[in-house]
């Protein structure tokens, strides 16, 4: 157990919805990233926040949307879903700001499993 | 072109066997993770480099900054380091690449 957690675990929705996808840090950890895993595509850096700010921006669709909030927990926001979508969303956390993976070790929640249909 | 290509993509091999598989990344970087992700799905860190060798266990990881490549060893193999492994890179843009891993199976 990382002490990462990730909720749901799994989604199932329609094309076009919205949902919204939870994470905790590990107590102590200021830093949150998003990945996303699919089939085709491999793991893909999402987006990264430190103590509520976005420090690092991958590939991520103008459709999704993060934040991260005064209790350090985030919310990644994905809108008008489509299948390509359906994915495996990981997120981690570490101790600092970090410099992408660079500089310190992430801890990875279980990921939420999300099917768009 | 990838900017971080793993090898082999595949692999089975015999317990016991020392496992090598190897990174190769064309961008500067930070560090290099090597992650490992089990059939369950769950991911875990094994290692973070910057430079020269780390060792935990059974598990080695080397890099060469100038020639822009890291392996992964693995000595004694179990079945329960059946897994993908994962290489990711860190660019100094503070963006995270990864490859696109390497499947490993153990058999007993």
């Known amino acids: 157990d990382s002490g990462v957690t990730q909720t749901p675990k799994h989604l199932i929705t329609a094309t076009g919805q919205r949902v919204t996808l939870r994470c905790s840090p590990r107590s102590g950890d200021l830093s949150v990233y998003w990945y996303q895993q699919s089939l085709d595509q491999g793991l893909q850096f999402l987006i990264h926040?430190?103590?509520?700010?976005?420090?690092a921006k991958g590939n991520i669709l103008e459709r999704f949307s993060a934040q991260q909030f005064p209790d350090l927990h985030s919310e990644l926001n994905l809108s008008s879903l489509e299948l390509g979508d359906s994915a495996l969303y990981f997120c981690?956390?570490?101790?600092?700001?970090?410099?992408?993976?660079?500089?310190?070790?992430?801890?990875f929640g279980p990921g939420t499993r999300l099917l768009v249909l | 072109k990838n900017e971080v290509e793993q090898s082999p993509q595949n692999l089975t091999a015999q317990e016991g066997e020392f496992i090598t598989i190897n990174c190769s990344y064309s961008?500067?970087?930070?560090?290099l993770h090597w992650l490992q992700q089990h059939p369950g799905g769950g991911i875990v860190s094994l290692f973070m480099?910057?430079?020269g060798k780390k060792k935990h266990g059974r598990l080695i990881a080397t890099i060469n900054i100038q020639e822009k490549h890291s392996s992964l060893h693995i000595t004694a193999s179990h079945p329960r380091d059946s897994a993908v492994y994962i290489c990711?890179?860190?660019?100094?843009?503070?963006?995270?690449?990864f490859g696109k891993g390497t499947r490993l199976h153990i058999l007993p």
């Open positions: 480099l910057s430079s």
């Open positions: 990711a890179v860190g660019r100094r843009d503070d963006k995270i690449i």
């Open positions: 981690a956390s570490s101790v600092g700001a970090g410099g992408g993976l660079g500089e310190e070790t992430q801890y």
């Open positions: 926040y430190y103590n509520g700010e976005e420090r």
């Open positions: 961008v500067g970087i930070s560090a």
